[in-house]
């Protein structure tokens, strides 16, 4: 059974920093597309950075510049540093993981980002 473990959230203020990890577990098979998604009351989860298994990367226009995606297959982890922190990038913040066309998700890790 796959599995999915984030840590690292937590509160900041405001241009502040936090980096996400997330760990996968359970595969007997390789893993494609690895990524972050978000959740914030009220809204639609929304995409925030993918990586590809050949390590090609995806990003919302939102955090463009400020968030970076990164992977070490070896250990089959996902992270997504997260830089210039702003009040609207408080949201759950979920792991995805894309294995044989199925994704997979974590139970979701809160960020908050204070004024």
């Known amino acids: 059974q796959v599995q999915l473990v984030e840590s690292g959230g937590g509160l900041v203020q405001a241009g502040g920093s936090l980096r996400l990890s997330c760990a996968a577990s359970?595969?007997?098979?390789?893993?494609?597309?690895m990524g972050w998604y978000r959740q914030a009351p009220g809204k639609q989860r929304e995409l925030v950075a993918t990586i590809t298994s050949g390590g090609a990367t995806n990003y919302a226009d939102s955090v463009k510049g400020r968030f970076t995606i990164s992977r070490d297959d070896a250990k089959n982890t996902v992270n997504l540093q997260m830089e210039s922190l702003k009040p609207e990038d408080t949201a759950v913040y979920y792991c995805?993981?894309?294995?044989?066309?199925?994704?997979?998700w974590g139970q979701g890790t809160q960020v908050t980002v204070s004024s």
């Open positions: 995805n993981a894309e294995i044989r066309s199925y994704h997979y």
């Open positions: 359970g595969s007997r098979f390789s893993i494609n597309t």
